[in-house]
């Protein structure tokens, strides 16, 4: 619901936000309620119902927080002049530092989003944006000679994603015990050799630093 607040009370909603970030990330959603939030950002209980409709409703509020928080993490494109090898090894630090940045949040949207079809859904979407960034990068070098043009773009596109995702899933949330530069270049060089692309340079670190394939390419 829409709701015009005060100054105090924009300052007493974003506690109730912060305060529902810590508490998520230490419980799980299924595990807190909303005078764990209220206690935690030392708000009355009643208070929490002058800013959200439910714990859904903050939970919602939170992962967008954190969507944006990555999505300004992974803005730092390579100019024009930038190779796609280069393009792919930058994406994918970018991706892995943002990831590691927000592991303990995005695997608990991973959770929810398998039982709560409105976050299921919300899920899909960022993913989407991800991908599909991917695959117009994909297509444009398919059409300029540069990788292979058998493949097709949506499809390599979603398989280098869940690659990535999954393993950097693994790493930070799992706690795989993972060197990050080499980690960096391994997934970079198997996307670039999964696409056709050839030359990448053989020491980890010879290149480029980051990327990733949830990251975005363009």
């Known amino acids: 619901m829409s709701r015009t607040l005060t100054a105090r009370g924009e300052r007493t909603r974003q506690r109730l936000i912060d305060a529902a970030e810590v508490v998520f990330g230490r419980q799980g959603f299924l595990e807190t309620k909303i005078t764990d939030i209220t206690a935690e950002a030392g708000s009355a209980n009643?208070?929490?119902?002058?800013y959200f409709d439910s714990k859904e409703d903050i939970f919602s509020v939170v992962i967008s927080r954190v969507n944006e928080r990555m999505r300004e993490q992974l803005d730092d494109r390579l100019g024009p002049g930038a190779t796609?090898?280069?393009r792919i090894e930058h994406?994918?630090?970018q991706y892995v530092r943002a990831y590691r940045t927000n592991a303990q949040m995005v695997a608990l949207l991973e959770q929810v989003s398998s039982?709560?079809?409105e976050f299921k859904a919300a899920?899909?979407?960022?993913?989407r944006r991800y991908t599909?960034?991917?695959e117009r990068s994909i297509r444009r070098w398919q059409e300029a000679g540069l990788m292979d043009a058998s493949l097709p773009p949506r499809y390599a596109a979603e398989a280098l994603a869940s690659m990535v995702s999954n393993f950097c899933y693994m790493w930070f949330t799992m706690e795989a015990d993972f060197e990050e530069d080499l980690a960096i270049h391994t997934l970079s060089r198997m996307w670039a050799n999964?696409?056709?692309l050839e030359g990448f340079d053989d020491e980890p670190g010879g290149g480029v630093p980051s990327g990733s394939s949830s990251a975005g390419l363009g």
């Open 46 to 50: 009643g208070s929490f119902y002058n």
């Open 84 to 86: 796609p090898r280069e």
């Open 91 to 93: 994406a994918t630090g």
């Open 115 to 117: 039982v709560t079809p």
């Open 123 to 127: 899920r899909i979407e960022t993913r």
């Open 132 to 134: 599909a960034r991917n």
């Open 194 to 196: 999964s696409l056709g």
